[in-house]
């Protein structure tokens, strides 16, 4: 697995005022900030497909219980696409919705009040900042092109497996 690690030359500290310092640390938390937001909307998208694929699997489970007859084509259908329904519900849930490791704004106090942090110079703390706030956003934007692969793949197979059935289905009616 390939981690990005940002290193701060000494050199360029000298050329980091106190205004320059503050405009950058805007705009890491910018970055950051836009990682969460895209976090909780693609935890909506799985959430709302959740329900839809959960809903949907048991609708057709009831309609496979409400059939007389369980020995023909729309049947194997009900049941298969309750099935796969189902397990995609249970990818998403577990890809997508439990609790993970995400980062978020701020420092918490026992990190900015250690005796080796205070020592420094205010640009290399802020630096030091900087570093925290990149390894952030890498944090989230993994988590978040994870998240988005789940729910994409998760989406197409749910659209392709009615379509394959209803293939399959055509092929059998033409070769008789």
């Given at each position: 697995m390939k981690t990005n690690t940002v290193?701060?030359?000494?050199?360029?500290?000298?050329l980091l005022t106190p205004e320059k310092t503050d405009f950058?640390?805007?705009?890491?938390?910018?970055?950051?900030?836009?990682?969460?937001?895209?976090?909780?909307?693609?935890?909506?998208?799985?959430?709302?497909?959740?329900?839809?694929?959960?809903g949907l699997s048991a609708f057709l489970f009831g309609k496979w219980l409400d059939m007389k007859d369980h020995n023909n084509w729309m049947s194997v259908f009900l049941i298969i696409q309750t099935i796969w329904l189902s397990?995609?519900?249970?990818?998403?849930?577990?890809?997508?919705m439990l609790p993970s490791e995400y980062a978020v704004t701020g420092a918490e106090p026992k990190n900015m009040t250690s005796d080796a942090f205070l020592s420094q110079e205010l640009q290399k703390m802020k630096c030091g900042y900087f570093i925290l706030l990149q390894n952030r956003i890498d944090t989230n934007r993994k988590f978040n092109d994870k998240s988005a692969k789940v729910i994409v793949v998760s989406a197409i197979v749910a659209i392709t497996v009615p379509i394959v059935f209803w293939l399959i289905r055509l092929l059998f009616l033409i070769g008789g």
């Amino acid at each position: 697995m390939k981690t990005n690690t940002v290193t701060v030359k000494l050199k360029s500290l000298n050329l980091l005022t106190p205004e320059k310092t503050d405009f950058l640390q805007n705009c890491f938390e910018s970055v950051l900030n836009h990682t969460i937001s895209a976090r909780e909307s693609l935890h909506n998208k799985a959430g709302f497909l959740f329900a839809l694929f959960g809903g949907l699997s048991a609708f057709l489970f009831g309609k496979w219980l409400d059939m007389k007859d369980h020995n023909n084509w729309m049947s194997v259908f009900l049941i298969i696409q309750t099935i796969w329904l189902s397990v995609l519900s249970a990818i998403i849930a577990w890809k997508c919705m439990l609790p993970s490791e995400y980062a978020v704004t701020g420092a918490e106090p026992k990190n900015m009040t250690s005796d080796a942090f205070l020592s420094q110079e205010l640009q290399k703390m802020k630096c030091g900042y900087f570093i925290l706030l990149q390894n952030r956003i890498d944090t989230n934007r993994k988590f978040n092109d994870k998240s988005a692969k789940v729910i994409v793949v998760s989406a197409i197979v749910a659209i392709t497996v009615p379509i394959v059935f209803w293939l399959i289905r055509l092929l059998f009616l033409i070769g008789g």
